[in-house]
Nanobody
């Protein structure tokens, strides 16, 4: 099993920045890809950004140039971070950390492990 622990999130004014972090522990040899998805009220869950262990990244078009995903590994632990800049009210959603080993990395079904979610609210 893989456990995901999210941190970060909160409320920020439009134009501001937030940083999300997600630490994976447990059987991390089972995972090759980590990512962030988000779900706004009344909308489907969508990919925000994902990264493989080899450094390949994928971003939603709406966040390109504003968000940056990174990954780091240590013995028995992997951490994925999402730096979010120039936030807009349209970025308001619950953000979920995800981890998996299948492809394609932009599809939620490729991920086997999910965090509980963290709220990001951007006020205008």
């Amino acid at each position: 099993q893989v456990q995901l622990m999210e941190s970060g999130g909160g409320t920020v004014q439009a134009g501001g920045s937030l940083r999300l972090s997600c630490a994976a522990s447990g059987s991390i040899a089972r995972i090759n890809t980590m990512g962030w998805f988000r779900q706004a009220p009344g909308k489907q869950r969508e990919l925000v950004a994902a990264i493989t262990g080899g450094g390949t990244t994928r971003y939603a078009d709406s966040v390109k140039g504003r968000f940056t995903i990174s990954i780091s590994r240590d013995i028995g632990k992997a951490t994925v971070a999402l730096q979010m800049n120039s936030l807009t009210p349209e970025d308001t959603a619950v953000y979920y950390c995800a981890a998996g080993a299948r492809s394609p990395l932009y599809v939620s079904n490729s991920y086997d492990y999910w965090g509980q979610g963290t709220q990001v609210t951007v006020s205008s």
